[in-house]
């Protein structure tokens, strides 16, 4: 589609950056971030862990509703290191999470590395080492070219759904 002359489409990163869409962008990944947190509260139950996602959510909302942005924000970087910190205590998350990157070996930098990851991951789910499995996931990872896309929600949810 072409843009008018003088008007930058909303994808472009000023238009997400300025602050009429702040808003918008934060609400959007407030929500997102909710979404991936209620996903996660159908699996493992923390009352605690939920009523803190609660009142961070409510005081992100107010937060925007005051065109406090960068405050907002705060609160929903807080949210998903939460929900990432609980999933990744759960052994059904880390293995659908290797799954996926077993699957992504085309983003892999050096593919014998990858490799090894995949045989070391089998001796470790074998021997329900989740520290270790954790290990591998994080070396799967560095081991990916950093430009190389990664569907954070369907990650997460196929861990989820495997629980």
């Known amino acids: 589609m072409v843009e008018p002359r003088g008007v930058e489409p909303l994808t472009s990163s000023k238009a997400i950056g300025a602050p009429e869409n702040q808003s918008l962008v934060i609400s ?3 929500a997102h971030v909710e979404e991936l947190y209620e996903v996660v509260a159908q699996s493992f139950t923390d009352e605690i862990l939920s009523a803190r996602v609660r009142l961070l ?4 909302r107010q937060l925007l509703d005051r065109g406090e942005h960068q405050q907002a924000q705060v609160c929903v970087n807080q949210i ?10 759960h052994p059904g998350f880390l293995i659908g999470h290797f799954e996926q990157l077993v699957e992504e070996r085309h983003f892999a930098i050096d ?10 991951r089998l001796t470790v789910i074998n021997a329900e080492d989740w520290d270790g499995l954790r290990r591998v996931n994080a070396g799967t990872n560095e081991n990916r070219f950093s430009s190389a896309p990664f569907e954070l929600l369907a990650s997460q949810l196929i861990g989820l759904i495997r629980a």
Do not use: P
Not at 57 to 60: E, F, K, N, V, W
Not at 80 to 89: K, Q, T
């Open 28 to 30: 959007r990944e407030l």
């Open 57 to 60: 959510s409510a005081t992100a």
């Open 111 to 120: 593919k014998s590395l990858h490799e090894k990851h995949v045989q070391v």
């Open 80 to 89: 998903r290191a939460l929900v990432f910190s609980e999933m990744m205590r």
